[in-house]
């Protein structure tokens, strides 16, 4: 802004520099033209006297010698006289002074002028001695000394205006070097006020890229301090969760080995109750030495208790057993080194298929595969996220309705995307975050299954680097879509 | 000439020490067997005092190692006993609750001779201490050369 300003104010000085300079110059040239008209004024009034001088001195020498070339001398000079006098009127018509002057220098002339004719008449006549007495008389007479005095006024008015307009000239010409000299100055302190300027402005720009690469650097050392956070309380969450169900293992070996030791202690009772309850009357003998004697109804209530609970707790440990399984097999899958290789997507997935082709069949389901991208990531984390959600899209068809599954792909800066979608019974929008987390299910729980699927897939898209998201509505099917860098870069997530 | 085989169990959790050990009776072995619950006296039994196993050399012996101890992980121990010049050949069965492949292999590179996961099902565990422990009482050890 400053320096639009500053160059804005640049231009005008420059313009009204150059535009005082062309108007002083001319003020200058029309004051040099009055100095010198006030000369040529002058020079003509000069002339003028030196021809009636001439004109004079010739009549003398005439009448003195008789000389034909004086005569012919004065009348040059008296026919001078008149073209000179004209010319002077031309010259001082701008003055009404000098138009005055001239007025009454012209009739001085022509009263002389009529002398010289008369002296040259009477001459040309003889009569020497009236033309003599008439030169004494001129030149004793008041129209010599009128005309000199004329001219004497006429030159000291010229000589007035010459000192006037030379003044005049000299003042237009120190205005006009002054102005330049002012314009001139003033450019250069505006050039100087940019130049700092600029300057000032370019320390200031490499004082903030400076400040910026600083910037930069500091983000990217925050951004590795963070990452390596992140990492750090990854590995740990994932220590966390190995060391967690690994000693949960170690009691549940306990509670599983003794309720097995407990069916054993239960079996040896209840053959014991039922030796020594007194025996039932009918079958007694026949009971084979092995065998579970016949019990009394009471005590076989009880056996049937026994049995009941030792179920309850066998099949909650199995569970049990089953849950602390998947969690170390997540946390193995969460320490295993990707490996990350070109993958040919469609053949990748059409050989997943195929594995599934008999569940797909079973529910009357049709694959569809269009064509997809290709991608460099682990071939094993690939293959397990698409099987798991394939595998789901089969089995979470609606009964009756024949299903039909599709594996589409694009790409989308730098990443694909893979949308896997079914017709299949959906899921309710309020489930779609529950569904990806640890041990939770949706919807009817009618196949079989541990809630671990999609945990497991979340996971292994994000250590790949991608994202997954769900899009569906209950009975309107589901698309599980799938984004992933098309080029996975290992350094990135891998630890050591 | 049957040496009869010492088992040393070596095991912190007392309920996993008292299923291991009727299974083995159960399977029908009646060695005689010297249980340990920290890694420390383990060491101290097994080294002996010149840490080098001097005391226990000739003597036929079975470690049941558990991996996860109080003071020190059974692969310590493990090491220790396959360095040991004097009880090298001694059979090691380590037992423990994880199936971890990096373990396991682990335990192999050490000289284990046996892995076993602490099964929630104990049948399988009672036929491996079977086999060993005939495996073990048909196969002499060899005397030492003094």
Redesign the interface.
């Known amino acids: 802004m400053g320096q639009i300003l500053l160059l804005a104010a640049g231009f005008l000085v420059l313009v009204a520099i150059s535009a005082s300079s062309v108007l002083l110059v001319n003020k200058s040239r029309r004051d040099n033209a009055w100095v010198v008209h006030t000369i040529e004024v002058e020079n003509q009034t000069n002339s003028l006297l030196l021809e009636i001088r001439r004109a004079e001195s010739a009549a003398r020498g005439y009448l003195v010698t008789r000389g034909p070339e004086f005569l012919s001398d004065h009348e040059d000079a008296v026919s001078a006289i008149t073209p000179h006098l004209d010319k002077l009127a031309d010259l001082t018509s701008d003055n009404p002074f000098q138009v005055e002057n001239l007025r009454k220098l012209r009739a001085a002339i022509e009263t002389r002028l009529h002398q010289f004719e008369l002296e040259i008449s009477f001459l040309k006549q003889g009569d020497a001695a009236d033309a003599a007495d008439l030169v004494r008389e001129a030149a004793a007479g008041t129209t010599s000394a009128t005309i000199r005095d004329l001219g004497d006024a006429m030159r000291s008015e010229e000589n007035d205006l010459f000192a006037l307009r030379r003044a005049n000239a000299d003042r237009s010409q120190r205005l006009a070097s002054a102005v330049t000299i002012a314009g001139s100055s003033l450019v250069i302190v505006l050039a100087g006020i940019s130049i700092i300027l600029v300057r000032r402005s370019a320390q200031a720009r490499d004082h903030a890229e400076a400040r910026l690469r600083d910037n930069n650097l500091n983000l990217e050392a925050t951004v590795e301090e963070r990452t390596a956070d992140v990492r750090a309380a990854n590995d740990e969450l994932q220590r966390f969760a190995y060391i967690v169900s690994h000693d949960l293992r170690s009691p549940l070996v306990n509670i599983v080995g003794f309720t097995s030791e407990l069916e054993e202690l239960r079996g040896q009772i209840f053959k014991r109750i039922g030796v020594l309850a007194p025996p039932v009357p009918t079958n007694a003998p026949t009971i084979a030495p092995d065998a579970e004697p016949e019990l009394a109804s009471e005590d076989q209530r009880l056996s049937q208790d026994f049995s009941e609970a030792l179920g309850f707790i066998k099949s909650s440990s199995d569970k049990m057993d089953r849950l602390i399984s998947a969690i170390l097999n997540l946390t193995r899958e969460g320490r295993r080194r990707f490996e990350p290789e070109p993958l040919d997507m469609r053949e990748l997935i059409e050989s997943l298929v195929s594995s599934l082709a008999h569940q797909a069949s079973e529910a009357e389901a049709e694959i569809h595969i269009t064509p997809l991208p290709q991608i460099v990531s682990d071939h094993l984390a690939i293959e397990q996220i698409f099987s798991n959600l394939i595998d789901n899209a089969i089995k979470y068809l609606r009964p009756g309705i024949p299903g039909e599954i599709f594996v589409r792909g694009r790409t989308k800066l730098g990443f694909a995307v893979f949308d896997i979608s079914d017709n299949g019974r959906g899921i309710d929008p309020k489930d779609h975050q529950r569904i990806f987390d640890l041990f939770r299910r949706a919807g009817i729980q009618d196949r079989p299954g541990q809630g671990i699927g999609l945990a497991h897939v979340r996971a292994l898209v994000r250590r790949l680097g991608g994202t997954m998201s769900v899009a569906s509505e209950l009975n309107a099917g589901s698309t599980f879509t799938i984004t992933l860098p098309i080029k996975w870069n290992v350094s990135n997530w891998t630890e050591d | 000439m049957n040496t009869p085989v010492t088992i040393v169990m070596i095991e912190d959790?007392d309920?996993?020490a008292r299923?291991i050990e009727?299974n083995i009776r159960r399977s029908g072995i009646n060695n005689e067997i010297v249980p340990f619950t920290n890694g420390t006296d383990a060491l101290n039994y097994l080294l002996g005092r010149d840490s080098k196993g001097a005391e226990r050399k000739g003597e036929a012996l079975l470690i049941l190692l558990d991996l996860?101890l109080p003071d020190m992980t059974g692969l310590d121990i493990l090491r220790r006993v396959k360095e040991s010049r004097n009880l090298k050949c001694v059979p090691v069965v380590v037992l423990t609750?994880?199936d971890?492949s990096q373990e396991i292999k682990r335990c192999y590179e050490l000289g284990a001779n046996v892995y076993i996961t602490?099964?929630?099902?104990?049948d399988n565990f009672a036929n491996a201490i079977r086999q060993l422990g005939l495996f073990f009482s048909v196969i002499q050890v060899p005397e030492s050369a003094s």
């Open positions: 959790d309920g996993h299923l009727r996860n609750t994880t971890d602490k099964p929630v099902n104990y």
